[in-house]
């Protein structure tokens, strides 16, 4: 149904094939893994349904406790706080500013041989679905107990995929949990999920 939604009753023939079951979970989302008909594997991020009605939800549940909280404390105006949260997770809501960012990540480090992020396929993605390219690797985690070299590299192309956009850009990947990273067989690492 939430596919259906996005690409329309025929979204299915858009697709070679499309795994039901999630392949990942997103944090306000799943990723299923497809396969284009160009035969290229691709990472279809779906929102869960009615996340921006759960999200205003709490987000109005909030703004009850932070009126209680400065009832006590007034040395901290709780609004700022509020709208500042409202505003960064009504952002991770909206997939095709996610598609903007990716791109332009993408553009940023398309010089890094070490850093890789995934392609936008725009044909296949909505405000609420974000199909990309999908990139082998394993969890970062995998590779705490590997030689010192491959750990060296690993760290050097982490390094570099937040010093590029710094220093140079003057960027900074609000979101370095470590589920966003993933590792190829050379050491090379995937920079995930921007929104």
């Known amino acids: 149904r939430r596919m259906k939604t996005e690409l329309g009753p025929e979204w299915q023939s858009k697709f070679q094939s499309f795994e039901?079951?999630?392949?990942?979970?997103?944090?306000?989302?799943?990723?299923?893994?497809?396969?284009?008909?160009?035969?290229?594997?691709?990472?279809?991020?779906?929102?869960?349904?009615?996340?921006?009605?759960?999200?205003?939800?709490?987000?109005?549940?909030?703004?009850?406790?932070?009126?209680?909280?400065?009832?006590?404390?007034?040395?901290?105006?709780?609004?700022?706080?509020?709208?500042?949260?409202?505003?960064?997770?009504?952002?991770?809501?909206?997939?095709?500013?996610?598609?903007?960012?990716?791109k332009l990540y993408a553009s940023i480090l398309k010089d890094e041989p070490g850093v890789h992020v995934p392609k936008v396929v725009d044909a296949l993605s909505t405000d609420r679905l974000l199909t990309t390219t999908w990139l082998d690797g394993e969890p970062i985690l995998s590779f705490k107990d590997a030689p010192i070299e491959a750990r060296n590299q690993i760290a050097m192309n982490m390094f570099r995929a937040w010093y590029v956009p710094l220093y140079y850009y003057g960027m900074v990947h609000g979101d370095p949990h470590l589920g966003n990273y993933t590792v190829r067989s050379d050491y090379s690492i995937n920079l995930l999920d921007f929104g």
């Open 20 to 102: 039901k079951e999630a392949a990942a979970a997103a944090s306000l989302g799943q990723v299923h893994k497809a396969l284009a008909k160009n035969s290229q594997l691709l990472a279809c991020k779906l929102q869960y349904p009615d996340m921006r009605s759960a999200i205003d939800t709490d987000l109005q549940q909030l703004k009850i406790i932070f009126g209680i909280y400065e009832r006590y404390d007034k040395s901290i105006k709780t609004s700022n706080i509020h709208t500042e949260l409202s505003e960064r997770l009504h952002e991770e809501l909206d997939y095709d500013l996610e598609a903007k960012r990716t």
